[in-house]
């Protein structure tokens, strides 16, 4: 029979979720808690509901009815994203709508082949490693991200590198980066001719406006910045799925080629748009009722994370992240994350993500997402204080 | 900057359709009629519409919100499926739902890498080809698909090949494979060690029970065949976006390993599920109700075939499909297609699609879609009839 890609051999056996749920599976505990992965819980906006109730309906009549849509998805949405999200900093033309980010990183892989260096945070986004190795690239630089560093990496020390996978506010770490720490990187690709990938999957999160939501915020970006970004937490289109990927007109390749050229190329032969009715729901989220509804949603998920903050502080843990973003990062008395992830879930009933499942720089930590019902955090807070394992505790001598 | 992937040369600067449709917005035809992209115009079923309705509006409550699904698609979904449409000849632990037919194909080919030889029919669906070029594949066999061998390969005369595209019924030929032609092709990738991904895209419009739908209803298919399917023309889901792959569990690489295990990396990879409101489409598609819909819907469109079929024959043309394919493909006095797609636009006001532009064997054709509103296709056989350029009609003597 055929021949297998030889790609594969690089890849784990197992995603990182899966793996989770497979052993989730596995438990004993009688009352599981959800903290693992990163997955909405709250209802979408009635408004958004609305909107895509309505694209439904109108599919099924004469009038209404459409087929095929553009590949890169409809103008509409196209200039609502970047009036409302952007502020006007790129052109509708430049934005791609698609089924999601997770899809659209994978894509982009196709610009630039198995001839690349690139770098990547460690801890981080499983998919930028997974679809590296898929596209064949040999040469990939980890970028430690430790609480030493502020979990942002030492880009003086980086070698040379093609592309950067750079998630702000990051998953998993929490960490969220300033307006200079952007600026350096923003410079240093410039300086060192090269592209980054930035995921602002998370940037709804993030609350105080002297924080960039978007690297085209940073002057200069355009000429070497992609950004990818998802409706998936900001308005709970998980299951709906819709996605969007800014590729800048500026874009070139060393060969002066239009990298913009290539996405149109590689979206039209690979994809076949976005779902009419997903689309039609983003473009109802961007209105003014919709935005006050995703601000709702925002601030559910962040106080939760404050909620789990507060909980875990109880044992004078070292925790991150949980400011401007859904995720919490903390570490305990030098455990591996695996052995840590089953004792919480063997005595608490807490589902949570080993850190080492996101790099070796993961190793020792667990990620808490607070994606969740408030009851279920207000219940994870009381075992967090009451039934949180004697050997996770600081030792006092 | 960053290097370009090489195999992004081997592209034509523009895929198929967006061509066609610049050359047409440069039309100066008063009144054009649709008949190029095979894109679906008639309404989604009221049954099919009133539960997406039902599940966009479960999404606005605590009780129906959910996030992500499984990445391969709904189990109620994918066992309806099996029951329906495979009468149980595959399992649905084989069946992936994703978000279209022509994603899964780029999908697909991450499982074979660069270092395979592929055969595609010619004419084809340019994606088949555009897949294996974007991802290295050196090796492309063009199988030549005319009317003197009824539009099925020599298989004889194949070179070894590790992997055949096959698109049955035929884009954009229109023809259909008997059961021995099938059962022929299912041989030879036992014998020659091929593996087929089989396109059956447009198998819904099969009328005959003698012609197979599906490549599983040949005895060892699922031994050397990959199946990949859609609701995009069988519903009208182009625009709501919805197909599904069957990777059955009996395949095997040279290595033996499982090509299913591998896919499942893959698609937890690449992809994070189909959208939860096509999905709930889906399944209201194959209801009872449903499927009675869909039959309406496929009658419709292969009757629109009928009457430009008819209307073609007026000008003594040799037609070809459009009996169990809503493609009609004709030749007309040895013209260059592209020649012929421009004469039929600026004369006429049709618009079609350029054989040539699926292959070199498509030179000389062209492509009538019967996916139009019975109106579009009334006003078209009318020109056909009427206004059909002289040019283009048999010389008597």
């Not at 970047?82 to 999601?100: H, K, N, P, Q």
């Amino acid at each position: 029979m055929v021949k297998r890609n030889p790609n594969l051999d690089r890849l784990t056996p197992n995603y990182l979720f899966p793996e989770v749920m497979r052993r989730v599976s596995e438990s004993t505990h009688p009352h599981l808690l959800h903290l693992g992965i990163g997955d909405t819980t709250e209802p979408i906006p009635e408004i958004v509901s609305r909107a895509m109730q309505q694209k439904a309906a109108e599919l099924a009549t004469f009038e209404g009815y459409a087929g095929y849509g553009a590949e890169s998805g409809p103008r509409d949405l196209r200039e609502k994203i970047v009036s409302t999200l952007y502020r006007g900093s790129i052109a509708a033309d430049e934005v791609f709508i698609s089924d999601g980010a997770k899809c659209d990183i994978n894509r982009l892989q196709l610009l630039f082949g198995s001839d690349v260096s690139i770098a990547v945070q460690d801890p981080t986004y499983p998919v930028y490693y997974d679809s590296a190795l898929l596209m064949g690239q040999k040469n990939i630089h980890l970028l430690p991200c430790t609480p030493e560093n502020d979990f942002f990496p030492d880009t003086n020390s980086l070698p040379p590198t093609d592309l950067l996978f750079f998630c702000n506010p990051n998953n998993p770490t929490g960490a969220v980066a300033t307006r200079e720490q952007l600026r350096a990187l923003v410079n240093l690709a410039h300086r060192e001719e090269m592209l980054i990938i930035y995921d602002a999957a998370y940037s709804g999160f993030i609350q105080h406006p002297s924080l960039p939501r978007s690297i085209y915020e940073i002057e200069g970006a355009s000429e070497v910045a992609i950004e990818v970004s998802s409706f998936s937490k900001l308005v709970g289109f998980t299951g709906v799925r819709l996605g969007w990927t800014v590729v800048p007109k500026a874009l070139r390749y060393k060969t002066k080629k239009s990298v913009h050229e290539d996405y149109r190329r590689v979206v039209t032969t690979t994809f076949n748009g976005p779902s009419n009715l997903a689309s039609a729901g983003a473009l109802a989220a961007l209105s003014k009722e919709g935005l006050k509804a995703i601000s709702r949603l925002t601030t559910h998920y962040l106080e939760n994370a404050q909620l789990l903050k507060e909980a875990l502080a109880h044992h004078d843990l070292k925790v991150y992240g949980g400011e401007h973003c859904p995720y919490l990062w903390f570490e305990a008395e030098g455990k591996k994350s695996w052995d840590l992830f089953e004792e919480l879930l063997q005595q608490t009933g807490l589902i949570t993500t080993p850190g080492s499942g996101f790099g070796p720089h993961g190793e020792g930590f667990i990620r808490l997402s607070a994606f969740a019902k408030r009851e279920t955090i207000l219940q994870a807070t009381q075992r967090i204080r009451e039934a949180w394992p004697k050997s996770l505790q600081p030792r006092l001598i």
